[in-house]
């Protein structure tokens, strides 16, 4: 219970409407049941004791203040699709930011200024009515367009519109005081045009390059760049499930090539970046390649289990998947047809069949359907790094993952989703896995164990810096690896701006050890202070 | 077969589903179970498909949800995700049927839009979460609510949901229309046209003769049962279906035109449901007088050719649309990753008729059907659905607001329905909130230009 005089302020602040603290109401927030079977959400997960839901930036400001004259914890969320977002403490207050949905879009300037309960998908179909476009992330077109731009953001087509710290500009960032800052060219006027602003740019605090999770504040709105796209139409096409965004062919296609191996593969996305074409290039996991054709789960799992040679398969696939857009006219999608096939000619791949309109990436992005093939999804690491040393992340998660296959889906030494970045500059790993939730207690702490233990080693060991791992545990298993201060720079921002820390404690260093410390069946296995 | 082959690992049945033992699932009963769908709200990872529009289908912020109850109540707890959370809490005994659990259960109109929604990634079934919740709460006898009480009382007593007298059911018939004696098809009326928008009923019957079909009334016509059915009383609707399909036995007849969307797919979809079998198998053919007609007009036995000059949007009803595939009983258990086995067949709201309503309009000379944003399997409920009207009007009216202000955003001068109930909530909030937009059901435009009388 928060209380009562808290409550009843809290109520002055947004009508009896907007909250509760009935436990039928508060548990729809509650990460325990709902289904992410993450050992995060299985041992943390706590249902919220009040929750809230604050229409204006003053509201949130007066709630946060509230909470601290009452020290009450409290966590804000947006679509509540990550774990770490959610209430994972006694007593906390939990702040629904759904009602956050203005959206306007400035079409000269190119960007759109969002409330914080707007998702990629109305942002995208908005945008795309001037002729503009940005990217659908991996976490889906579902989730809200500001939180994801503070903590993650990427897709197939960030190898366009770029990294998401670069793609924030102005916004109205609540800091846990209470008080508001603007950054960028809001600071100064009413004008969010410009990300830096005039003082130092704040926007390294606010999200590096992974961000933190609503325990720095939160965010009401923020303006995004938007890119140019073309002004055909992309008709909406089908009946749910089956449906897609038709491509008009002559100013947008998908490309399918096999490479011969994967070093042609990654040369290949070299290329690409050298020749500065193309609006997406990624390697798609073999399993997707099988969702995308079954008609349903048991249609999956028949077609995934009968054909023989499956390692061969997965291990030998190197298909790489390019997006080519007109953004100017017909014209240019013709030169980089040309360009594109020169590249892949020279690299000796093959090109191949491949369906012509979205399903995923512009403003569809079923990141759910990972839940749908076992049951439970999560990804091990998601890492920014040279395209070739994330190829080298993906292998070595291969081998581990084999170890631990059961409890993990088989999947036959798949390396991951991986992908380019910037023209190139960059790649992006993300390394997938499929684990049925429903197993035996035995298997389902093998799995944590693989994640919450024997990942986090790996990466260590491999000198990868994962995001998972970068806002998990620097604190005492790898934040020291990766070097000396970050863990001690990062714990003093969150000291300086949140004292009490309220918002969303404990803070995001260090979810892994306190799992490990709360779940008997890893504590038995942690080796280090 | 759909099996894990290469899996052999024994597969634990989740906790709460050991600790639940209800006296309904040890007695034998036809009845669906909370219980059965206790995987279901277990697996709900909390995606928001059951609220957004389909992505691809997604036109921006204003007409982003296709969910009524978040739309209203804005908390996630109306969603389909905390009615799963919450029936995980009533399976286990965290709660009990209380004011606050009831509430949260019945401001929903049981549209289907989070059941679509959920198909599109997942495959689970949160439709057959919200009715066993229902059906649940009045066996556990902390329901019906008061206001649906009021409904089904006077079902009990007379037969159809005003209380009217079941002598004055057929009083609409005009003189002048003659029905077979040998039909090929029974029209059953439904409560709704048959005392109150008793125009719709006329038009059926008209269109009807003007495509030579033969047919006649159904035979001592009562109530279908879905008002008994959203109010959670399965065994009642169960005892209605019984004698309607005796009845219908009785005339000899093996198809059923309907006019009205709520009868239609109670006799397609919820007769089979508490019936335990699939709808094929029922015995009888339903189809809605949509369907009928869009197919006399395709083969060239219904000529629409008197001009109606109206921008029109079509209203896809729930019940006609989304919610309408058949039935298909599913008795197996999950495997390993969660594989059925038989395999299950999935209602997605794939294989329904959204399209003949359209057709009929389209053939009608001088009418523009112009489509709203959220249309098919993405429409919104005009919130009338589940009883919701009846219980929570303000919710009803709320929703149906909504959706006359989505029409008029489309620049649309009517909206055009196949559901009675979808017509009476939205325009008593047409005239209620003062929205100069006409509503019609499809019927009555179709007669008017097969025969010249005003609309």
């Known amino acids: 219970m928060i209380p009562q005089e808290a409550y009843e302020a809290i109520e002055q602040v947004v009508g009896s409407k907007y909250i509760s603290q009935e436990p039928e109401v508060c548990r729809a927030y509650t990460l325990k049941d709902r289904g992410f079977h993450t050992s995060e959400a299985r041992v943390l997960g706590k249902d919220p004791v009040c929750v809230v839901l604050p229409g204006t930036t003053e509201e949130v400001q007066q709630i946060v203040k509230i909470a601290n004259r009452y020290k009450i914890g409290y966590t804000p969320s947006s679509t509540l699709w990550f774990p770490q977002a959610g209430p994972r403490f006694d007593d906390c207050l939990f702040l629904d930011l759904k009602r956050f949905t203005s959206l306007e879009i400035d079409p000269k300037n190119m960007n759109a200024t969002c409330g914080t309960g707007v998702i990629f998908a109305q942002l995208q179909a908005e945008a795309l009515q001037y002729g503009l476009y940005t990217m659908t992330p991996g976490g889906g077109s579902q989730v809200g367009v500001v939180p994801n731009h503070l903590i993650w953001s990427f897709s197939p087509l960030t190898y366009r519109v770029g990294m998401a710290n670069r793609r924030i500009m102005g916004c109205e960032w609540i800091l846990p005081s209470g008080e508001v800052v603007r950054l960028g060219s809001l600071a100064s006027g009413d004008d969010p045009f410009w990300g830096e602003g005039i003082g130092p740019d704040l926007r390294g605090i606010l999200r590096g390059s992974i961000g933190w999770f609503g325990s720095l504040g939160i965010v009401t709105k923020m303006c995004v760049k938007l890119f140019p796209f073309h002004h055909e139409p992309l008709p909406p096409t089908g009946i749910t499930p089956n449906t897609f965004l038709k491509f008009p062919e002559h100013r947008m296609k998908w490309y399918n090539f096999t490479c011969p191996s994967k070093e042609a593969l990654i040369e290949f996305m070299y290329d690409l970046g050298h020749a500065e074409i193309a609006a997406a290039a990624t390697r798609v996991p073999v399993a997707w390649r099988y969702i995308a054709k079954a008609e349903s789960k048991e249609d999956f799992w028949e077609r995934w289990n009968q054909s023989e040679g499956k390692h061969e398969e997965v291990t030998g696939s190197h298909v790489l998947r390019v997006l080519l857009i007109g953004y100017t006219s017909a014209k240019q999608l013709e030169y980089e047809e040309k360009v594109l096939m020169a590249i892949a000619e020279s690299r000796g791949a093959t090109h191949r069949r491949t369906f012509q309109g979205d399903q995923s990436w512009m403003q569809s992005a079923d990141s759910v359907s990972m839940w749908w093939l076992t049951g439970a999804f999560m990804s091990v690491t998601g890492q920014v790094d040279t395209i070739d040393c994330g190829i080298k992340t993906g292998m070595e998660f291969a081998k581990l993952k084999a170890k631990y296959t059961l409890p993990i889906m088989p999947d036959y030494g798949d390396q991951g989703w991986f992908q380019s970045n910037d023209f190139g500059h960059s790649g992006y790993l993300e390394f997938l896995n499929y684990w049925d939730p429903n197993d035996t207690d035995k298997m389902i702490h093998r799995m944590d164990e693989y994640y919450q233990i024997a990942g986090p080693k790996l990466l260590i060991k491999s000198g990868a810096l994962s995001f998972f791992i970068q806002t998990d545990s620097p604190l005492t298993l790898d934040g020291p690896n990766y070097g000396p201060n970050y863990d001690k720079f990062a714990r003093k921002v969150k000291d300086a701006l949140d004292p009490q820390y309220n918002c969303n404690p404990p803070g995001i260093l260090d979810v892994i050890d306190e799992v490990v410390d709360k779940a008997p069946w890893l504590k038995k296995k942690k080796d280090w202070d | ?455």
């Open chain 2, 1 to 455: 077969m759909a099996r894990a082959k290469s899996v052999k690992t024994k597969t634990k049945k989740p906790t709460a589903q050991k600790a639940v033992a209800s006296k309904a699932t040890k007695a034998k009963t036809t009845i669906p179970q909370l219980e059965d769908y206790h995987w279901d709200a277990l697996n709900c990872c909390g995606c928001k498909g059951c609220i957004w529009v389909d992505h691809v289908y997604c036109t921006g912020v204003k007409y982003g949800q296709r969910c009524p109850s978040v739309h209203e109540y804005e908390l996630d707890t109306y969603s389909a995700i905390g009615r799963n959370k919450l029936a995980l809490g009533l399976l286990d005994g965290t709660f009990e049927f209380n004011e606050t659990t009831l509430d949260i259960i019945y401001k929903c109109c049981l549209c289907g839009a989070c059941d679509v929604g959920c198909k599109r990634n997942l495959d689970l079934d949160p439709g057959m979460v919200l009715e066993t919740l229902r059906i649940r709460a009045v066996e556990e006898g902390k329901a019906p609510l008061p206001a649906h009480k009021k409904v089904t009382d006077k079902i009990t007593s007379s037969g159809n949901r005003y209380g009217s007298s079941a002598g004055s059911r057929a009083n609409w018939l005009p003189k002048g229309i003659k029905t077979s004696k040998n039909p090929e098809m029974v029209y059953f009326v439904g409560c709704n046209s048959s005392y109150k928008d008793k125009n719709i009923a006329v038009a059926t019957a008209g269109i009807l003769d003007a495509a030579k079909v033969k047919w006649a009334l159904f035979p001592e016509e009562a109530c279908c049962g879905h008002p008994y059915y959203v109010a959670g009383m399965a065994d009642e609707t169960l005892k209605q279906a019984k004698r309607n399909i005796a009845a219908l036995k009785k005339s000899g007849a093996k198809t059923i035109v309907t006019s009205c969307a709520e009868c239609y797919k109670t006799w397609k979809v919820d007769y089979p449901k508490l019936m335990d079998k699939p709808t094929e198998k029922m015995g009888y053919n339903v189809i809605h007088i949509t369907e009928l007609a869009a197919e006399k007009i395709a083969a060239g036995k219904l000529k629409p050719t008197h001009s109606i000059n109206l921008k029109i949007a079509y209203h896809d009803p729930c019940n006609l649309a989304r919610l309408s595939d058949d039935w298909v009983p599913w008795h197996g258990t999950r495997g390993k990753w969660g594989v059925t086995e038989p395999p299950k067949q999935y209602r997605r709201g794939s294989d329904v008729p959204y399209q003949p309503a359209r057709d009929i309009l389209n053939a009608i000379p001088g009418l523009e059907l112009t489509e709203f944003f959220r249309i098919k399997e993405n429409a919104m409920c005009c919130g009338a659905g589940g009883g919701v009207a009846e219980a929570y009007p303000e919710m009803a009216r709320n929703t149906a607001d909504h959706r006359l202000e989505e029409a008029q955003d489309i620049g649309a001068e009517a909206i055009a329905s196949a559901c009675p109930y979808c017509n009476d909530n939205l325009s008593y909030a047409a005239a209620d909130r003062d929205r100069p937009i006409g509503v019609y059901d499809v019927t009555e435009l179709l007669y008017a230009s097969l025969t010249g009388r005003g609309i």
